[in-house]
């Protein structure tokens, strides 16, 4: 019986995603029980690719993510693997017969992560979407439970909120993508003179894709909704404190959401989907 390496496997997942992530670990504690951990599953190993790439520099990160990579797709085909990280996801890569074409999509922007420095438009849509994009569409697999139509139907506005995520990270980010890991993920954007224009075009588009994200959030079964929408709005609320910063003090200073904050957005979307009015 493997139950108890189950269990021990999701909830090293579970913890990852506690330690990473405060916003994202709430938001899935407001889904409905059977989707949480399957959740889990999928950031954990997310979190820890993700890792290999941005701060593992006084390592081999090349060969690392290769590793990581080949067990990733090892785990899924004999549906067990001794990194409890990569045990849990294959779990949920099985049980909701999650496509490998996604896998293969994230893989692959995280190898851009380990040698491109500057993206022009196709580059950074290919980075978005494999970063991003397919983290959404993931997730959309366990929301759906087997509801191919549903998935189907869902799946543009499941992509436009991962990639308003990734975006409005990228401009949070701006100074530790920049300056420390020498970064630039927008086209045609030189921060050396970030003006306000380059700034608003950036914020345009991320308007646009929360904008596709909200019309699907309103489609999502009942009991992926409400905890999908509290990171929506976690993020929407970043955004718009994004947009309310001058591009010189961006460059300076990481935004964030006070806890105070995120009780507020918490206890707002609470009221609002108890008079279901989201």
């Known amino acids: 019986m493997t139950s108890l390496f189950d269990e021990l496997s999701q909830i090293c997942s579970k913890t990852t995603t506690e330690k990473y992530s405060t916003s994202f ?6 889904l409905h029980p059977d989707l949480r951990t399957p959740i889990y599953n999928i950031y954990g190993f997310v979190r820890f690719a993700d890792e290999i790439v941005d701060t593992f520099h006084k ?64 580059g950074y849509h290919e980075y978005i979407y494999g970063s ?14 087997g509801k191919k139509i549903k998935y189907d139907e869902l799946s543009p506005a499941a992509q436009s909120l991962g990639a308003a ?25 030189d921060f050396t003179n970030f003006t306000l224009a380059m700034k608003s075009q950036i914020e345009d588009d991320i308007s646009k894709d929360f904008r596709n994200a909200y019309a699907g959030i309103l489609m999502l079964p009942v009991k992926a909704r409400f905890g999908v929408y509290v990171a929506y709005k976690y993020y929407l609320y970043l955004f718009k404190k994004i947009q309310k910063t001058a591009p010189t003090r961006i460059l300076e200073q990481r935004i964030r959401i006070p806890n105070y904050g995120k009780a ?11 008079f279901r009015i989201l």
């Open 25 to 30: 670990s709430s938001a899935i504690n407001l």
């Open 132 to 145: 991003a994009e397919v983290i959404g569409l993931m997730c959309l697999y366990v929301f759906c439970e």
């Open 264 to 274: 507020f957005i918490l206890a707002k979307a609470g009221l609002r989907s108890q």
């Open 165 to 189: 995520f990734q975006k409005v990270n990228f401009l949070r980010d701006i100074r530790s993508d920049y300056q420390q890991l020498n970064r630039t993920y927008f086209p045609e954007v």
């Open 59 to 122: 390592f081999p990160k090349d060969e690392l993510l290769k590793e990581f990579k080949k067990e990733t797709y090892v785990a899924i085909e004999r549906r067990i693997s001794l990194n409890p990280i990569l045990h849990s996801f294959q779990l949920t890569v099985n049980q909701y017969s999650i496509s490998t074409n996604l896998i293969d999509a994230f893989f692959n922007s995280m190898e851009m992560d380990l040698s491109k420095t500057f993206y022009n438009s196709s």
